[in-house]
């Protein structure tokens, strides 16, 4: 089992930038894929970026290529979202999650098992 806690969300004008952070604790990070989703009020919510577990490969959502960035440490287990040029259709609550290990980071919230408590993002216009 992993346990994951965000931070680094926050109040940002459009065009800025954050970087949220997810630490995880329990098992072996460095055997999780990691995901990034995110929750606008009145949305579903939606895949934003996943790395897999070796960090050998990166996916993201069409929304955010070329603004967004994925990372992870594992040494620190902790994996990063770096966000540039933020939009206001970036405003959401945004959650780290991690699949059963060694699994894809999938696009789906039906293949992540757990969850982080997430961490609001607001970018005004």
């Known amino acids: 089992q992993v346990q994951l806690v965000e931070s680094g969300g926050g109040l940002v004008q459009a065009g800025g930038s954050l970087r949220l952070s ?8 460095s ?4 995901g990034w989703f995110r ?3 009145g949305k579903e919510r939606e895949f934003v970026a996943g790395i897999r577990w ?3 490969s990166t996916y993201y959502a069409n929304s955010v290529k070329g603004r967004f960035t ?3 440490d594992n040494a ?12 206001p259709e ?17 696009t789906r919230q039906s293949q992540y098992d757990y969850w982080g ?3 609001q993002v607001t970018v005004s216009s």
């Open 31 to 34: 055997s999780y894929s990691m």
């Open 90 to 106: 970036d405003t959401a609550i945004y959650y780290c999650a991690a699949p059963p290990p060694v699994r894809a980071p999938g």
């Open 39 to 41: 929750q606008a009020p």
């Open 22 to 29: 997810c630490a995880a604790s329990g098992d072996t990070f």
């Open 70 to 72: 994925i990372s992870r």
């Open 117 to 119: 408590q997430g961490t």
């Open 76 to 87: 620190k287990n902790t994996v990063y979202l770096q966000m540039n040029s933020l939009k």
């Open 54 to 56: 070796s960090g050998s």
